[in-house]
């Protein structure tokens, strides 16, 4: 099993930065990737990010347009998002999720932080 704690949420205004983390446990030598999500009131859950453990190979959901980077810190079991410019429709809870084979499902999610972003 692994456990993922999200924290690093919070309110901030509009074009303000806010970098989350994800802090891993457990067997954490099981994760092939590590993946951000985030779900708005009423809307689905959206993919934000993911990046390889081992690797660092990231990749992106279209709307983060080089406003976002995730990073990872083997050294420590973290994983990052950094987010900047953010907009009000960056409101939502964000989700950090692993998973054990590249290709397969998530297998292990937190329990999420709110962004919330001002106008």
């Known amino acids: 099993q692994v456990q993922l704690v999200e924290s690093g949420g919070g309110l901030v205004q509009a074009g303000e930065s806010l970098r989350l983390s994800c802090a891993a446990s457990?067997?954490?030598?099981?994760?092939?990737?590590v993946g951000w999500f985030r779900q708005a009131p009423g809307k689905e859950r959206e993919f934000v990010a993911r990046?390889?453990?081992?690797?660092?190979?990231?990749y992106y959901g279209d709307f983060v347009k080089g406003r976002f980077t995730i990073s990872r810190d083997n050294a420590k079991n973290t994983a990052y998002l950094q987010m900047n410019s953010l907009k009000p429709e960056d409101t939502a809870v964000y989700y950090c999720?692993?998973?054990?084979?590249?290709?397969?499902?998530?297998?292990?999610w937190g329990q999420g932080t709110q962004v919330t972003v001002s106008s």
């Open positions: 990046i390889t453990w081992s690797g660092g190979t990231s």
């Open positions: 999720a692993a998973k054990r084979f590249a290709l397969g499902q998530y297998d292990y």
């Open positions: 457990g067997r954490t030598f099981s994760m092939a990737v």
